[in-house]
C-alpha cells in the first residue's frame, strides 16, 4: 500500500490540507484513506450509548453498523499502542493511504510549516521528510519547497513522489530561498 504523511506542529494547518487533499486526489480518479494519530484522551463513543456501555462493561472490541458506515472500536486496556504499520495492515486495500501524525516515523512525509507559531522546523532531523510545506519561503532549504496555499501542486507532488502519476504530470515544485 502506497502511504503518504503530513507532519507538523499543532496549528499548521495539516487537517485543513488533509481534506483538501483527499478531495484532490479523489478528483483525480484514485481512492484514498487516511490514518489519524489522536491525543491518548480522544474518544469516539458517547457516555449513554448502547456501545459505550458494552465497552465499559468489558467487551474487548465494539463494531457499531448502520446502513451508511461502521466503525470498529477496540478497547486497548493494557495492550501498548499499536503500531502505524500495524494499524495499515487493518486498512482496505486503496490507492493512497495519507497519515496525519506519527511525525517520527519513517514513512515518506511532508512537512507543514507556519512561521508564525514560531516552532522549529523538523526536516533537519527526520530525513523522512521528503518535501516542506509553508506559507512563506524558508532559507536553506535543501529539499522542495511547496506554497502551502496550493493544494493541486501538493496533491501532484505527493502522487507522483509514490508513484501514481508521472513525473510529467505533477508541477515541478521550486526550491526558493
Do not use: Y
Request: glycine content about 6%; charged content about 25%.
Amino acid at each position: 500500500m502506497r502511504v503518504f504523511g503530513l507532519a507538523g506542529w499543532n496549528g499548521s494547518g495539516k487537517t485543513t490540507l488533509m481534506t483538501g487533499l483527499i478531495a484532490a486526489i479523489n478528483r483525480r480518479g484514485f481512492s484514498v484513506s487516511t490514518l489519524k494519530h489522536a491525543h491518548h484522551s480522544f474518544d469516539i463513543d458517547q457516555k449513554g450509548k448502547d456501545s459505550h456501555a458494552h465497552r465499559i462493561a468489558g467487551a474487548a472490541e465494539v463494531l457499531v453498523a448502520s446502513d451508511r458506515r461502521w466503525a470498529l472500536m477496540r478497547e486497548l486496556r493494557d495492550e501498548a499502542e499499536p503500531t502505524l504499520d500495524a494499524l495499515l495492515a487493518r486498512l482496505s486495500p486503496v490507492d493512497l493511504v495519507l497519515v496525519e501524525g506519527w511525525k517520527f516515523h519513517s514513512h515518506a512525509k511532508l512537512e507543514i510549516h507556519r512561521a508564525s507559531l514560531g516552532k522549529p522546523m523538523l526536516w533537519p532531523d527526520d530525513p523522512a521528510i521528503v518535501a516542506v510545506a509553508a506559507d512563506a519561503p524558508i532559507s536553506g532549504l535543501d529539499r522542495p519547497f511547496l506554497a502551502l496555499e496550493n493544494t493541486e501542486s501538493i496533491a501532484d507532488f505527493i502522487l507522483n513522489h509514490v508513484g501514481l502519476i508521472p513525473a510529467e504530470s505533477a508541477e515541478t515544485p521550486k526550491l526558493e530561498a
